[in-house]
């Protein structure tokens, strides 16, 4: 019988699913802030909860570890990178740190959100989409990183690495 205990945070874990997310993954480096976010519709584990970097998924915590988090509380979590395995398939091993600080997490994590517009406007603005389709904000520019900046509905500014987002042309109204 598996252990459905709550966890005592702080703990280390893997993560898993690593190999869906490599370009995510090779961007991180240890200590590199993560929110871990309950996934409570995810069609494979109701108790699934997604690791996030900047609102990009760079895996998932193990089944065993998701059902003893759901019994631990519902997040979302900070959690920060261990260490990154440097193999064929990167890997990741991170702590949960404690509950996150809620205005810190990105859009995405909680919900799609598609960014909000003035009535009197004739057309969404341009937005930042990840490539499997979810949207983390209105575009703003690129930053001499080049990183892709955007705004969160929220109104934070955020950036990502621009070859993990797609920039989406406006739409008319």
């Given at each position: 019988m598996s252990d459905t205990s709550a966890l005592h945070i702080p703990f280390s874990t893997r993560v898993v699913g690593v190999s869906a997310y490599q370009d995510a993954v090779r961007h991180l480096i240890e200590g590199a802030d993560l929110v871990v976010v309950a996934e409570p519709d995810n069609p494979f584990d109701p108790n699934a909860h997604v690791v996030t970097h900047d609102g990009v998924t760079v895996g998932y915590l193990s089944r065993a570890v998701a059902t003893r988090m759901a019994a631990t509380g519902t997040g979302p979590w900070s959690?920060?990178?261990?260490?990154?395995?440097?193999?064929?398939?990167?890997?990741?091993?991170?702590?949960?740190?404690?509950?996150?600080?809620?205005?810190?997490?990105?859009?995405?994590?909680?919900?799609?959100?598609?960014?909000?517009?003035?009535?009197?406007?004739?057309?969404?603005?341009?937005?930042?989409?990840?490539?499997?389709?979810?949207?983390?904000?209105?575009?703003?520019?690129?930053?001499?990183?080049?990183?892709?900046v955007f705004f969160n509905v929220a109104g934070t500014r955020l950036s990502v690495p621009a070859d993990l987002v797609t920039i989406i042309e406006p739409v008319l109204a």
């Open positions: 959690a920060t990178v261990r260490e990154v395995f440097r193999r064929q398939t990167w890997g990741l091993e991170i702590t949960v740190t404690g509950a996150a600080d809620t205005t810190a997490i990105r859009d995405d994590e909680t919900s799609a959100a598609i960014p909000e517009t003035h009535e009197d406007e004739a057309r969404v603005a341009e937005v930042v989409a990840r490539h499997d389709g979810r949207v983390l904000g209105a575009y703003a520019g690129t930053d001499p990183g080049a990183s892709v």
